[in-house]
């Protein structure tokens, strides 16, 4: 079922801005126009669109992004590549998670503390 700019970026909760900026900058191939040049979404497009989404809300850099969509671009053949650039991304949020794990138990710390004084 094809999709308009409109409804991609409502179904994916983004902007049309961001769909337009992720094509100007080399993430999305491929996507289809009409005859008056409008682009035309598919499911295999949304379903691309949503796992970079998901890749660039959890931190990895654009440039990154760029290297896993020209891996997407080979297909099987980038499948081991793939593969070990999600690998990377996972170790580092599992780090990003263990800092901010950190993090927020001195803020609880701080919490239990000025409860303790204020009373």
């Known amino acids: ?21 992720y094509e100007k900058i080399g993430l999305l191939h ?5 005859s008056a040049g409008r682009r035309v979404f598919s499911d295999d497009d949304l379903s691309r ?26 297909g099987d053949d980038g499948a081991e590549q793939r593969t070990a650039l999600l690998e990377e991304h996972d170790r580092e949020i599992d780090e990003r ?12 710390e ?3 503390w000025y409860r303790s004084v204020s009373q």
């Open 1 to 21: 079922m094809p999709y308009t700019p409109g409804e991609t970026a409502e179904r994916l909760g983004v902007s049309i801005d961001t769909i337009r900026y």
């Open 110 to 112: 701080k919490i239990a």
């Open 30 to 34: 491929g996507i289809r126009r009409t």
């Open 49 to 74: 669109l949503g796992l970079l989404r998901c890749l660039r809300d959890s931190g990895m850099p654009i440039a990154r992004l760029r290297r896993f969509a020209e891996l997407l671009q080979l």
């Open 97 to 108: 998670v263990e800092r901010l794990r950190l993090e927020q138990k001195r803020v609880r």
